[in-house]
Protein backbone atom coordinates (compact mmCIF):
# COMPACT_ATOMS: atom_id res chain seq x y z
CA UNK A 1 0.00 0.00 0.00
CA UNK A 2 1.15 3.43 -0.39
CA UNK A 3 0.53 6.52 1.52
CA UNK A 4 -0.21 9.87 1.33
CA UNK A 5 -4.17 10.00 -0.26
CA UNK A 6 -6.61 11.44 2.19
CA UNK A 7 -9.65 9.26 2.51
CA UNK A 8 -13.14 10.36 1.08
CA UNK A 9 -16.20 8.87 0.63
CA UNK A 10 -18.92 6.26 2.04
CA UNK A 11 -17.90 2.91 3.85
CA UNK A 12 -20.87 0.49 4.87
CA UNK A 13 -20.15 -1.15 8.39
CA UNK A 14 -21.08 -4.93 8.75
CA UNK A 15 -21.87 -7.34 11.41
CA UNK A 16 -19.91 -7.25 14.80
CA UNK A 17 -17.12 -10.41 14.94
CA UNK A 18 -17.58 -10.53 18.27
CA UNK A 19 -21.18 -10.25 18.52
CA UNK A 20 -22.05 -13.07 15.85
CA UNK A 21 -19.50 -15.90 17.13
CA UNK A 22 -21.61 -16.23 20.29
CA UNK A 23 -24.83 -15.50 18.65
CA UNK A 24 -23.84 -18.60 16.21
CA UNK A 25 -22.90 -20.74 19.50
CA UNK A 26 -25.94 -19.60 21.05
CA UNK A 27 -28.19 -21.23 17.98
CA UNK A 28 -26.78 -24.80 19.84
CA UNK A 29 -29.45 -23.95 22.34
CA UNK A 30 -32.52 -24.23 19.57
CA UNK A 31 -34.07 -27.62 18.77
CA UNK A 32 -34.41 -26.26 15.66
CA UNK A 33 -33.37 -23.80 12.48
CA UNK A 34 -31.84 -20.95 13.65
CA UNK A 35 -31.26 -17.34 11.33
CA UNK A 36 -28.88 -14.97 11.17
CA UNK A 37 -28.93 -11.99 9.23
CA UNK A 38 -25.55 -9.54 8.76
CA UNK A 39 -23.33 -12.16 8.96
CA UNK A 40 -19.47 -10.76 7.99
CA UNK A 41 -17.67 -12.87 5.67
CA UNK A 42 -14.56 -13.84 8.27
CA UNK A 43 -12.11 -16.01 8.68
CA UNK A 44 -13.61 -16.66 12.36
CA UNK A 45 -17.12 -17.24 11.50
CA UNK A 46 -15.21 -19.86 8.98
CA UNK A 47 -13.53 -21.38 11.56
CA UNK A 48 -16.98 -21.41 14.30
CA UNK A 49 -19.17 -23.01 11.86
CA UNK A 50 -16.39 -26.17 11.30
CA UNK A 51 -16.94 -26.22 14.79
CA UNK A 52 -20.54 -26.62 14.93
CA UNK A 53 -20.40 -29.33 11.95
CA UNK A 54 -17.79 -30.92 14.35
CA UNK A 55 -20.54 -31.15 16.80
CA UNK A 56 -23.36 -32.25 14.09
CA UNK A 57 -25.03 -29.46 13.18
CA UNK A 58 -26.14 -28.10 10.12
CA UNK A 59 -24.63 -24.84 9.37
CA UNK A 60 -25.18 -23.12 5.32
CA UNK A 61 -24.88 -19.33 4.45
CA UNK A 62 -26.59 -17.26 1.90
CA UNK A 63 -24.63 -14.10 1.35
CA UNK A 64 -24.92 -12.80 4.78
CA UNK A 65 -27.62 -15.02 5.90
CA UNK A 66 -26.80 -17.95 8.15
CA UNK A 67 -29.17 -20.89 9.04
CA UNK A 68 -28.04 -23.02 11.88
CA UNK A 69 -29.71 -26.12 12.58
CA UNK A 70 -29.04 -27.61 15.92
CA UNK A 71 -31.92 -30.33 15.83
CA UNK A 72 -29.54 -32.98 15.87
CA UNK A 73 -26.58 -32.59 18.43
CA UNK A 74 -24.39 -36.13 18.10
CA UNK A 75 -20.60 -34.63 19.28
CA UNK A 76 -19.98 -33.09 22.45
CA UNK A 77 -16.05 -32.37 21.32
CA UNK A 78 -14.35 -29.44 19.99
CA UNK A 79 -10.52 -30.68 18.66
CA UNK A 80 -7.47 -28.88 19.37
CA UNK A 81 -7.24 -27.26 16.26
CA UNK A 82 -10.04 -25.55 16.69
CA UNK A 83 -9.76 -24.10 19.62
CA UNK A 84 -5.80 -23.19 19.29
CA UNK A 85 -7.40 -21.64 16.23
CA UNK A 86 -9.91 -19.05 17.86
CA UNK A 87 -10.22 -18.92 21.51
CA UNK A 88 -14.16 -18.26 21.21
CA UNK A 89 -14.67 -21.87 20.67
CA UNK A 90 -14.57 -22.04 24.10
CA UNK A 91 -18.09 -20.59 24.35
CA UNK A 92 -19.76 -24.34 22.79
CA UNK A 93 -19.01 -25.24 26.09
CA UNK A 94 -22.05 -23.90 27.89
CA UNK A 95 -24.87 -24.50 25.44
CA UNK A 96 -23.40 -28.17 25.00
CA UNK A 97 -23.76 -28.84 29.11
CA UNK A 98 -26.95 -26.85 28.74
CA UNK A 99 -28.25 -29.37 25.95
CA UNK A 100 -26.15 -32.35 25.86
CA UNK A 101 -25.17 -32.42 29.96
CA UNK A 102 -21.65 -32.73 28.32
CA UNK A 103 -18.53 -30.95 26.75
CA UNK A 104 -14.99 -31.78 25.96
CA UNK A 105 -12.84 -28.88 24.50
CA UNK A 106 -9.13 -28.46 24.77
CA UNK A 107 -7.37 -26.33 26.89
CA UNK A 108 -6.76 -22.77 25.19
CA UNK A 109 -3.47 -22.08 25.45
CA UNK A 110 -1.85 -18.96 25.47
CA UNK A 111 -2.36 -16.43 22.71
CA UNK A 112 -0.70 -13.31 21.67
CA UNK A 113 -2.37 -10.80 23.53
CA UNK A 114 -2.37 -12.71 26.62
CA UNK A 115 -2.31 -15.93 28.67
CA UNK A 116 -5.79 -15.48 28.46
CA UNK A 117 -7.48 -17.85 30.52
CA UNK A 118 -10.69 -19.36 30.94
CA UNK A 119 -10.86 -19.94 34.71
CA UNK A 120 -14.23 -17.51 35.16
CA UNK A 121 -15.84 -19.57 32.51
CA UNK A 122 -15.34 -22.66 34.59
CA UNK A 123 -15.82 -21.48 37.73
CA UNK A 124 -19.28 -20.01 36.56
CA UNK A 125 -20.02 -23.36 35.18
CA UNK A 126 -19.24 -25.40 38.50
CA UNK A 127 -21.77 -23.05 40.11
CA UNK A 128 -24.23 -23.94 37.83
CA UNK A 129 -23.45 -27.70 39.24
CA UNK A 130 -21.24 -28.89 35.96
CA UNK A 131 -18.16 -31.33 37.18
CA UNK A 132 -14.96 -30.27 35.56
CA UNK A 133 -11.78 -32.39 34.76
CA UNK A 134 -8.84 -31.30 32.78
CA UNK A 135 -6.71 -34.42 31.39
CA UNK A 136 -3.84 -34.24 28.68
CA UNK A 137 -5.19 -31.10 27.98
CA UNK A 138 -8.98 -31.49 27.85
CA UNK A 139 -11.34 -30.26 29.75
CA UNK A 140 -13.96 -32.77 30.45
CA UNK A 141 -17.09 -31.12 32.04
CA UNK A 142 -20.45 -32.79 32.92
CA UNK A 143 -23.40 -32.35 34.45
CA UNK A 144 -26.12 -35.20 36.05
CA UNK A 145 -29.26 -34.34 35.12
CA UNK A 146 -29.83 -30.61 34.49
CA UNK A 147 -27.63 -26.99 35.26
CA UNK A 148 -28.98 -25.25 38.58
CA UNK A 149 -29.14 -21.76 38.61
CA UNK A 150 -26.82 -19.96 41.05
CA UNK A 151 -26.10 -16.33 42.13
CA UNK A 152 -22.46 -16.14 40.28
CA UNK A 153 -20.08 -12.99 40.49
CA UNK A 154 -16.73 -12.61 38.43
CA UNK A 155 -13.89 -11.28 39.15
CA UNK A 156 -13.53 -9.70 36.38
CA UNK A 157 -15.76 -8.50 33.98
CA UNK A 158 -14.78 -11.51 31.50
CA UNK A 159 -16.95 -10.98 27.72
CA UNK A 160 -16.45 -14.57 27.61
CA UNK A 161 -17.46 -15.85 30.56
CA UNK A 162 -20.24 -14.06 30.78
CA UNK A 163 -21.73 -15.08 27.62
CA UNK A 164 -20.75 -18.87 28.02
CA UNK A 165 -22.82 -18.95 31.43
CA UNK A 166 -25.24 -16.90 29.93
CA UNK A 167 -25.78 -19.75 27.56
CA UNK A 168 -25.71 -22.45 30.16
CA UNK A 169 -27.98 -20.93 32.59
CA UNK A 170 -30.62 -20.03 30.43
CA UNK A 171 -31.65 -24.17 30.05
CA UNK A 172 -31.11 -24.75 33.98
CA UNK A 173 -33.75 -25.02 36.58
CA UNK A 174 -34.12 -21.96 38.18
CA UNK A 175 -33.01 -18.89 38.22
CA UNK A 176 -29.03 -17.60 37.85
CA UNK A 177 -28.05 -13.99 38.97
CA UNK A 178 -24.83 -13.01 37.35
CA UNK A 179 -22.96 -9.97 39.18
CA UNK A 180 -20.00 -7.73 37.81
CA UNK A 181 -20.95 -9.41 34.24
CA UNK A 182 -19.29 -7.68 31.22
CA UNK A 183 -21.67 -4.81 29.62
CA UNK A 184 -20.47 -4.79 25.75
CA UNK A 185 -23.18 -4.15 23.21
CA UNK A 186 -22.15 -7.64 21.99
CA UNK A 187 -23.57 -9.29 25.26
CA UNK A 188 -27.15 -7.61 24.96
CA UNK A 189 -27.05 -8.63 21.00
CA UNK A 190 -26.37 -12.32 22.91
CA UNK A 191 -28.79 -11.92 24.95
CA UNK A 192 -31.75 -10.46 22.81
CA UNK A 193 -31.13 -13.17 19.94
CA UNK A 194 -31.51 -15.80 23.06
CA UNK A 195 -34.77 -13.70 24.27
CA UNK A 196 -36.12 -14.25 21.03
CA UNK A 197 -35.38 -18.10 21.03
CA UNK A 198 -37.72 -17.86 24.83
CA UNK A 199 -35.38 -17.29 27.04
CA UNK A 200 -35.71 -15.05 29.80
CA UNK A 201 -32.71 -12.71 30.19
CA UNK A 202 -32.84 -9.60 31.95
CA UNK A 203 -29.95 -6.40 32.66
CA UNK A 204 -27.71 -7.75 29.82
CA UNK A 205 -25.77 -4.41 29.19
CA UNK A 206 -25.54 -3.66 32.81
CA UNK A 207 -23.33 -5.44 35.71
CA UNK A 208 -26.24 -8.07 37.04
CA UNK A 209 -27.72 -10.33 34.85
CA UNK A 210 -30.84 -12.10 35.81
CA UNK A 211 -31.84 -15.61 33.76
CA UNK A 212 -34.37 -17.66 34.21
CA UNK A 213 -34.45 -20.98 33.03
CA UNK A 214 -36.21 -22.56 30.69
CA UNK A 215 -37.26 -25.97 29.19
CA UNK A 216 -36.45 -25.19 25.54
CA UNK A 217 -35.83 -22.51 23.52
CA UNK A 218 -37.09 -22.83 19.91
CA UNK A 219 -35.61 -21.57 16.08
CA UNK A 220 -35.34 -17.00 15.93
CA UNK A 221 -34.51 -14.94 13.10
CA UNK A 222 -31.87 -12.38 14.27
CA UNK A 223 -29.75 -9.52 12.57
CA UNK A 224 -25.94 -8.99 13.80
CA UNK A 225 -25.24 -5.56 15.34
CA UNK A 226 -22.91 -3.52 13.04
CA UNK A 227 -18.78 -4.01 14.39
CA UNK A 228 -18.20 -0.74 16.68
CA UNK A 229 -14.64 -2.21 16.12
CA UNK A 230 -14.33 -2.06 12.45
CA UNK A 231 -16.35 1.40 12.58
CA UNK A 232 -13.58 2.76 15.12
CA UNK A 233 -10.85 0.98 12.74
CA UNK A 234 -12.57 3.40 9.60
CA UNK A 235 -13.03 6.70 11.93
CA UNK A 236 -9.26 6.64 13.09
CA UNK A 237 -8.10 5.65 9.20
CA UNK A 238 -10.33 8.71 7.98
CA UNK A 239 -8.83 11.19 10.61
CA UNK A 240 -4.88 10.08 10.17
CA UNK A 241 -5.19 10.65 6.71
CA UNK A 242 -6.93 14.11 6.95
CA UNK A 243 -9.97 12.36 5.11
CA UNK A 244 -13.81 12.91 4.77
CA UNK A 245 -15.56 9.64 5.19
CA UNK A 246 -19.12 8.62 6.32
CA UNK A 247 -19.93 5.35 8.04
CA UNK A 248 -22.90 3.42 7.47
CA UNK A 249 -24.85 1.05 9.49
CA UNK A 250 -22.99 1.95 13.08
CA UNK A 251 -24.94 2.08 16.14
CA UNK A 252 -23.29 5.67 17.46
CA UNK A 253 -24.23 4.91 21.34
CA UNK A 254 -21.60 2.04 20.85
CA UNK A 255 -18.80 3.77 19.48
CA UNK A 256 -19.28 6.91 22.19
CA UNK A 257 -15.59 6.08 23.91
CA UNK A 258 -13.90 5.90 20.89
CA UNK A 259 -15.85 9.43 19.15
CA UNK A 260 -14.90 11.32 22.74
CA UNK A 261 -11.64 10.43 22.71
CA UNK A 262 -11.11 11.26 18.79
CA UNK A 263 -12.98 14.82 19.84
CA UNK A 264 -10.28 15.25 22.55
CA UNK A 265 -7.65 15.34 19.74
CA UNK A 266 -9.42 17.54 18.00
CA UNK A 267 -10.78 15.46 15.70
CA UNK A 268 -15.07 16.08 15.16
CA UNK A 269 -17.18 13.13 14.43
CA UNK A 270 -20.75 14.20 13.37
CA UNK A 271 -23.99 12.23 13.21
CA UNK A 272 -25.64 12.23 10.72
CA UNK A 273 -29.17 11.08 10.65
CA UNK A 274 -27.56 7.51 11.70
CA UNK A 275 -24.76 7.64 10.01
CA UNK A 276 -21.24 8.72 11.53
CA UNK A 277 -19.16 11.27 9.39
CA UNK A 278 -15.03 12.38 10.44
CA UNK A 279 -13.83 15.37 8.88
CA UNK A 280 -9.73 15.59 9.60
CA UNK A 281 -7.64 18.21 8.23
CA UNK A 282 -4.87 15.57 9.49
CA UNK A 283 -3.39 17.51 12.15
CA UNK A 284 -4.20 16.23 16.00
CA UNK A 285 -3.54 17.06 19.70
CA UNK A 286 -2.00 13.99 21.37
CA UNK A 287 -4.00 12.46 24.33
CA UNK A 288 -3.88 9.48 26.73
CA UNK A 289 -5.33 6.37 26.93
CA UNK A 290 -6.63 3.83 29.23
CA UNK A 291 -8.29 0.49 28.01
CA UNK A 292 -11.38 -0.21 30.31
CA UNK A 293 -14.50 -3.16 30.08
CA UNK A 294 -17.60 -1.22 28.35
CA UNK A 295 -18.66 1.73 28.49
CA UNK A 296 -14.37 2.56 28.71
CA UNK A 297 -12.32 3.09 25.97
CA UNK A 298 -11.99 -0.66 24.18
CA UNK A 299 -9.01 -2.71 23.85
CA UNK A 300 -9.70 -3.40 20.96
CA UNK A 301 -9.15 -0.13 19.46
CA UNK A 302 -5.84 0.88 21.25
CA UNK A 303 -3.76 -0.95 18.51
CA UNK A 304 -5.19 1.31 16.23
CA UNK A 305 -5.60 4.57 18.21
CA UNK A 306 -1.49 4.18 18.95
CA UNK A 307 -1.02 4.45 15.38
CA UNK A 308 -3.01 7.67 15.01
CA UNK A 309 -0.82 9.58 18.14
CA UNK A 310 2.69 8.16 16.25
CA UNK A 311 1.91 10.91 13.96
CA UNK A 312 -0.22 13.25 16.96
CA UNK A 313 1.47 16.70 17.51
CA UNK A 314 2.54 16.02 21.56
CA UNK A 315 3.39 13.08 23.94
CA UNK A 316 0.84 10.13 24.73
CA UNK A 317 0.38 8.03 27.72
CA UNK A 318 -1.51 4.45 27.21
CA UNK A 319 -2.17 1.89 29.70
CA UNK A 320 -3.62 -1.59 28.79
CA UNK A 321 -5.48 -2.56 31.92
CA UNK A 322 -7.23 -5.75 30.17
CA UNK A 323 -4.72 -7.83 28.48
CA UNK A 324 -0.98 -8.05 29.24
CA UNK A 325 0.45 -7.97 26.18
CA UNK A 326 -0.95 -6.04 23.33
CA UNK A 327 1.30 -3.70 22.43
CA UNK A 328 3.39 -5.73 19.71
CA UNK A 329 2.01 -3.44 17.23
CA UNK A 330 4.89 -1.02 18.23
CA UNK A 331 7.69 -2.96 17.28
CA UNK A 332 6.47 -2.68 13.65
CA UNK A 333 5.30 0.88 14.23
CA UNK A 334 8.92 2.03 15.21
CA UNK A 335 9.89 -0.12 12.18
CA UNK A 336 8.17 3.11 10.33
CA UNK A 337 10.09 5.60 12.27
CA UNK A 338 7.14 6.09 15.24
CA UNK A 339 8.87 6.76 18.63
CA UNK A 340 6.97 4.55 21.47
CA UNK A 341 8.77 3.35 24.47
CA UNK A 342 7.01 0.10 26.22
CA UNK A 343 7.09 -0.75 29.99
CA UNK A 344 4.70 -3.37 30.66
CA UNK A 345 1.18 -2.48 30.46
CA UNK A 346 2.21 1.36 30.09
CA UNK A 347 4.14 3.20 26.65
CA UNK A 348 4.59 6.36 25.91
CA UNK A 349 3.99 7.85 22.37
CA UNK A 350 5.91 11.05 20.96
CA UNK A 351 3.93 11.91 18.05
CA UNK A 352 6.79 12.26 15.06
CA UNK A 353 6.55 14.57 11.70
CA UNK A 354 6.28 11.56 9.47
CA UNK A 355 6.03 7.54 8.91
CA UNK A 356 7.78 6.00 5.94
CA UNK A 357 6.66 3.18 4.79
CA UNK A 358 8.59 -0.54 4.83
CA UNK A 359 8.28 -4.16 5.54
CA UNK A 360 5.57 -4.55 8.60
CA UNK A 361 4.32 -7.62 9.97
CA UNK A 362 1.18 -8.03 11.65
CA UNK A 363 0.95 -9.61 15.00
CA UNK A 364 -2.75 -10.05 15.81
CA UNK A 365 -6.04 -8.96 14.05
CA UNK A 366 -5.95 -5.14 15.73
CA UNK A 367 -2.17 -4.90 15.51
CA UNK A 368 -2.05 -5.46 11.91
CA UNK A 369 -5.16 -3.15 11.60
CA UNK A 370 -2.78 -0.22 13.09
CA UNK A 371 -0.27 -0.98 10.63
CA UNK A 372 -2.85 -0.47 7.98
CA UNK A 373 -3.70 2.83 9.59
CA UNK A 374 -0.09 3.77 9.53
CA UNK A 375 0.82 2.58 6.06
CA UNK A 376 -2.18 4.99 4.58
CA UNK A 377 0.13 8.09 6.07
CA UNK A 378 3.59 6.96 6.05
CA UNK A 379 5.71 8.08 3.28
CA UNK A 380 5.93 5.21 0.07
CA UNK A 381 5.30 1.97 0.20
CA UNK A 382 3.78 -0.34 3.31
CA UNK A 383 4.15 -4.12 2.41
CA UNK A 384 1.95 -5.81 5.31
CA UNK A 385 2.55 -9.58 5.59
CA UNK A 386 0.56 -11.90 8.19
CA UNK A 387 -3.13 -10.74 6.74
CA UNK A 388 -3.99 -13.88 8.35
CA UNK A 389 -4.78 -12.02 10.85
CA UNK A 390 -6.69 -9.31 9.30
CA UNK A 391 -8.87 -11.80 7.65
CA UNK A 392 -10.36 -12.71 11.27
CA UNK A 393 -11.77 -9.54 11.86
CA UNK A 394 -12.40 -7.33 8.81
CA UNK A 395 -14.31 -7.86 5.88
CA UNK A 396 -13.78 -6.80 2.62
CA UNK A 397 -10.91 -4.90 4.13
CA UNK A 398 -8.96 -4.09 0.83
CA UNK A 399 -12.25 -3.39 -1.32
CA UNK A 400 -13.62 -0.70 1.61
CA UNK A 401 -10.66 0.83 2.03
CA UNK A 402 -9.93 1.18 -2.00
CA UNK A 403 -13.66 2.40 -2.65
CA UNK A 404 -12.58 5.19 -0.28
CA UNK A 405 -9.67 6.31 -2.07
CA UNK A 406 -6.75 4.02 -0.38
CA UNK A 407 -3.74 3.37 -2.72
CA UNK A 408 -3.97 -0.62 -1.36
CA UNK A 409 -3.54 -4.10 -2.80
CA UNK A 410 -3.53 -7.61 -1.71
CA UNK A 411 -0.36 -9.51 -2.90
CA UNK A 412 -1.21 -12.99 -3.00
CA UNK A 413 1.21 -14.61 -0.18
C1 LIG B 1 -13.52 -10.79 23.96
O1 LIG B 1 -12.48 -11.69 24.28
C2 LIG B 1 -13.29 -10.37 22.52
N1 LIG B 1 -13.37 -11.53 21.64
C3 LIG B 1 -11.92 -9.70 22.41
O2 LIG B 1 -11.78 -9.25 21.07
C4 LIG B 1 -11.88 -8.50 23.34
O3 LIG B 1 -10.59 -7.92 23.29
C5 LIG B 1 -12.21 -8.93 24.77
O4 LIG B 1 -13.48 -9.61 24.78
C6 LIG B 1 -12.29 -7.75 25.72
O5 LIG B 1 -13.26 -6.84 25.27
C7 LIG B 1 -14.59 -12.01 21.31
O6 LIG B 1 -15.61 -11.49 21.73
C8 LIG B 1 -14.61 -13.19 20.38
P1 LIG B 1 -12.35 -11.33 28.26
P2 LIG B 1 -12.54 -12.51 25.66
O7 LIG B 1 -12.79 -12.67 28.73
O8 LIG B 1 -13.95 -12.91 25.95
C9 LIG B 1 -9.07 -12.18 31.53
C10 LIG B 1 -10.71 -8.90 19.03
O9 LIG B 1 -9.69 -8.28 18.71
N2 LIG B 1 -9.82 -13.43 31.78
O10 LIG B 1 -13.22 -10.15 28.53
O11 LIG B 1 -11.51 -13.56 25.62
C11 LIG B 1 -8.33 -12.25 30.20
O12 LIG B 1 -7.09 -12.89 30.36
C12 LIG B 1 -10.72 -9.77 20.26
O13 LIG B 1 -11.81 -8.85 18.39
C13 LIG B 1 -9.46 -14.23 32.87
O14 LIG B 1 -8.53 -13.92 33.60
O15 LIG B 1 -12.10 -11.37 26.69
C14 LIG B 1 -8.17 -10.81 29.81
O16 LIG B 1 -7.03 -10.28 30.47
C15 LIG B 1 -9.37 -9.80 20.96
N3 LIG B 1 -10.14 -15.38 33.08
C16 LIG B 1 -9.43 -10.15 30.39
O17 LIG B 1 -9.97 -11.08 31.34
C17 LIG B 1 -11.19 -15.76 32.29
O18 LIG B 1 -11.79 -16.82 32.56
C18 LIG B 1 -10.49 -9.86 29.35
O19 LIG B 1 -10.86 -11.09 28.79
C19 LIG B 1 -11.55 -14.94 31.20
C20 LIG B 1 -10.86 -13.77 30.96
Do not use: W
Not at 49 to 64: D, H, P
Not at 88 to 105: D, F, N
Not at 177 to 193: K, Q, S
Not at 380 to 395: C, P
Amino acid sequence: MKGGKALKGEVVISGAKNAVLPIIVGALLAEDICTINDVPDLADVATISEVLEGLGVKVSRNGSTMLVDSRHIDNITAPYEYIQKMRASVLIMGPLLARKGQAKISMPGGCGIGTRPIDLHLKGLEALGARISLEHGDIDAKVDGRLKGARIYLDFPSVGATENIMMAAVLAEGVTVLENAAEEPEIVDLANFLNSMGAKVRGAGTSVIKIEGVDSLSKAVHTVIPDRIEAGTYLIAAAITGGDVLLKNVIIDHIKPVIAKLGECGIDVIEEDNNLRVISNGQFKAVDIKTLPYPGFPTDMQAQFMALMAVANGISVFNETVFENRFMQADELRRMGANIKVDGRNAIIEGVEKLTGCQVKASDLRAGAALVIAGLVAEGETEITGLQHLDRGYENLVEKFTAIGADIRRVTD
